[in-house]
């Protein structure tokens, strides 16, 4: 993901030094409108499926499975149990037309 990445996550990881984590959190929160503005400007040319999914979150989510179905498919079975927000429960996500 470009805008969430694992450098920026890990810059706010340590609140030793305050200024350096004040211009970490900033730059999360600026990232996360950054991804919140992409989303919105692709959101109608997304499958409707899709549209739906953005507003889900898995926070916190733990993956159970993950299976390659064939060339092109991908499943995950995620155990979203313990979202701190937004809905509960497992979810089974299929990838279907899979290059890479």
């Known amino acids: 993901m470009k805008f969430i990445t694992r ?3 890990q810059s ?18 600026a990232q996360c409108k950054a991804y919140r503005e992409h ?3 692709i959101r109608e ?17 733990v993956i159970q499975a993950a299976e ?18 937004g809905p509960t429960g497992n979810f089974q996500l299929s990838f279907l037309g899979v290059k890479q």
């Open 68 to 85: 390659h179905c064939n060339s092109s498919n991908v499943r995950l079975v995620v155990d979203a149990s313990h979202n701190p927000w």
């Open 12 to 29: 706010m990881q340590d609140d030793s030094d305050s200024q350096a984590y004040e211009a970490a959190e900033q730059a999360w929160y």
């Open 45 to 61: 040319r997304l499958p409707i499926s899709m549209q739906s999914f953005c507003d889900i979150t898995l926070h916190d989510g």
């Open 39 to 41: 989303l919105n400007s």
């Open 7 to 9: 450098e920026l996550y």
